[in-house]
C-alpha cells in the first residue's frame, strides 16, 4: 500500500522558512513534487523533481522555494524561503509509481503576521 506522509507545515511570518518533507512508501517512484491549494483556488503544482535531480518550479515561487529529494529514503523536501501570505495553502506531496501518481494528506502552510 502506498503512502505519503508530509510534514514541517505552520504558521510562519512574511518573510520566514519553511522546510516541507514527504516520505514515500509502498512501491518504486519515479517523479516527486509538492502541488498547493488555497482556499478558492485551483490546486496548481508548486514544484517538481524527478529521479534524476532535474527540476521546475511554477513561476510564483522560482527563486524563493527550493525542491530536493533524497533517493535512498523516498523522501521529498521543500525549502521555502521569503514567504508570501498568498504562499499559504494547504501543500500535497505527490509521488509517480509506473501506473499512476499519488499524493499525501496535505500540510497546511499559513503566512501571516
Known amino acids: 500500500q502506498v503512502q505519503l506522509v508530509e510534514s514541517g507545515g505552520g504558521l510562519v511570518q512574511p518573510g520566514g522558512s519553511l522546510r516541507l518533507s514527504c516520505t514515500a512508501s509502498?512501491?518504486?517512484?519515479?517523479?516527486m513534487g509538492w502541488d498547493r491549494q488555497a482556499p478558492g483556488k485551483q490546486r496548481e503544482l508548486v514544484a517538481a523533481i524527478t529521479s534524476g535531480g532535474s527540476t521546475s518550479y511554477a513561476n510564483s515561487v522560482k527563486g524563493r522555494f527550493t525542491i530536493s529529494r533524497d533517493n535512498a529514503k523516498n523522501t521529498v523536501y521543500l525549502q521555502m524561503n521569503s514567504l508570501k501570505p498568498e504562499d499559504t495553502a494547504v501543500y500535497f506531496c505527490?509521488?509517480?509509481?509506473?501506473?499512476?501518481?499519488?499524493w499525501g494528506q496535505g500540510t497546511q502552510v499559513t503566512v501571516s503576521s
Open positions: 509502498g512501491d518504486s517512484f519515479y517523479g
Open positions: 505527490n509521488a509517480d509509481a509506473a501506473f499512476r501518481r499519488h
